[in-house]
């Protein structure tokens, strides 16, 4: 069980040059060989958050305040092992998109004669595509996808949180779920003189009886709504509000309207401090 089922977010990436994808022969991928496609898909395998994400988390340490941006695909996310032919066979869901929304990852040779990949609603409409590539920096593997988003040029880049898609309470973990849990919660808390232990799989430990926990990444209405954790086991669950505040983070009580159009915190109900 799980308070809020998060949307499963998957792409790819562009080598960073903005220009509208020009169409391309549904038949060409059949030509990409096996090496080619398995060296682009161990690239990109696992979950991603978008930089310009990290960048506003870092600054307001506030999901729910980065949530109301409206990033370009603020995640992606690729289970490699899905792999149909000339396509890796993922879906893409977007907050204010329709979950039924899907799009593939389609290979094919470039004007180079090197594998290539687009990310594609349908095969028979590649026009609409977005490139994927890649980048090197540092140590590091930066995706990113570029192509055109309503007659405007979108270019977004991408930092790998892992690489293995994994699933917590039979729910994937997303990428941006992650990344909030690992850079907010994950490790050892102090509450009234007990440690409270938090993994960032969604783990959680001595709090209650609870045995997991989830933080609200999503941007819902209406957009000042506090941050929220739910805390739950198989048979029960509670929603706190929370605020962070330096190595402290403050649960609160959480009150809506009957018409969930107003949300608000309440009194505080304990402080945790990391150890």
């Given at each position: ?14 080598c960073g040059v903005e220009e509208k994808p020009a169409a391309i022969d549904s038949d060409k991928g059949k030509f990409c060989s096996d090496v080619e496609k398995q060296a682009l898909l161990k690239i990109i395998e696992g979950g991603w958050v978008n930089e310009k994400y990290i960048e506003l988390f870092d600054r307001f340490q506030s999901p729910m305040t980065v949530a109301s941006k409206e990033l370009f695909l603020q ?201």
């Amino acid at each position: 069980m799980r308070i809020y089922l998060f949307l499963f977010i998957l792409v790819v990436v562009g080598c960073g040059v903005e220009e509208k994808p020009a169409a391309i022969d549904s038949d060409k991928g059949k030509f990409c060989s096996d090496v080619e496609k398995q060296a682009l898909l161990k690239i990109i395998e696992g979950g991603w958050v978008n930089e310009k994400y990290i960048e506003l988390f870092d600054r307001f340490q506030s999901p729910m305040t980065v949530a109301s941006k409206e990033l370009f695909l603020q995640q992606v996310a690729f289970d490699i092992s899905n792999l149909s032919g000339d396509t890796l066979l993922n879906a893409i869901g977007r907050s204010n998109c329709n979950e039924g929304e899907r799009f593939d990852v389609v290979f094919y040779k470039n004007q180079n004669g090197k594998t290539a990949m687009r990310l594609v609603e349908t095969r028979s409409e590649m026009g609409k595509a977005f490139d994927l590539g890649y980048e090197l920096k540092g140590k590091d593997t930066i995706l990113v996808v570029t192509g055109e988003r309503n007659n405007v040029a979108q270019t977004a880049r991408f930092k790998r949180q892992f690489r293995q898609v994994f699933s917590a309470d039979q729910l994937p973990v997303m990428a941006i779920e992650y990344y909030v849990n690992k850079n907010l919660f994950a490790g050892e808390w102090e509450m009234s003189g007990s440690t409270v232990s938090f993994s960032e799989k969604g783990e959680v430990k001595n709090f209650n009886a609870y045995r997991h926990y989830s933080v609200s990444t999503r941007d819902e209405e209406p957009a000042s709504r506090p941050d929220e954790i739910s805390f739950y086991n198989d048979t029960a669950g509670v929603t706190y509000a929370f605020t962070v505040k330096s190595n402290r983070i403050q649960l609160y009580e959480l009150f809506h309207s009957e018409d969930g159009t107003e949300f608000s915190r309440g009194k505080m109900i304990g402080e945790m401090r990391r150890k």
